[in-house]
């Protein structure tokens, strides 16, 4: 059985920052691609950035130049570094992981449970 457990999520000002941190827990074989998406009240979810496992990162063009996404290897940890957050930025945040399980034969998508991120004056 693998869980993401995700932290980092809360209430914060206009031009503040965030740090959302998200690691699988349970029976890990490969973790390949680490990624965050978000889902905004009435709207679908969507993409915010994602890195690969040799580090190479994209991101959507709504946060370029904000966020940054990294990844700690060695704690199977992957992070999500927001700036200058703004109101349209709030949304439930949600970790997904490519991983494949010690006993399993293929990679899947794993999902965390989201986190609230709310940018409010």
């Known amino acids: 059985q693998v869980q993401l457990v995700e932290s980092g999520g809360g209430l914060v000002q206009p031009g503040e920052s965030l740090r959302l941190s998200c690691a699988p827990s349970?029976?890990?074989?490969?973790?390949?691609?680490m990624g965050w998406y978000r889902q905004a009240p009435g709207k679908q979810r969507e993409l915010v950035a994602v890195i690969t496992t040799g580090g190479t990162t994209n991101y959507a063009d709504s946060v370029k130049g904000r966020f940054t996404i990294s990844r700690d290897n060695a704690k199977n940890t992957v992070y999500l570094q927001m700036n200058s957050l703004k109101s349209e930025d709030t949304a439930v945040y949600y970790c997904?992981?490519?991983?494949?399980?010690?006993?399993?034969?293929?990679?899947?998508?794993?999902w965390g449970q989201g986190t609230q991120v709310t940018v409010s004056s």
């Open positions: 997904k992981v490519i991983l494949r399980t010690l006993m399993g034969s293929q990679a899947r998508d794993y």
């Open positions: 349970g029976s890990i074989g490969n973790i390949y691609t």
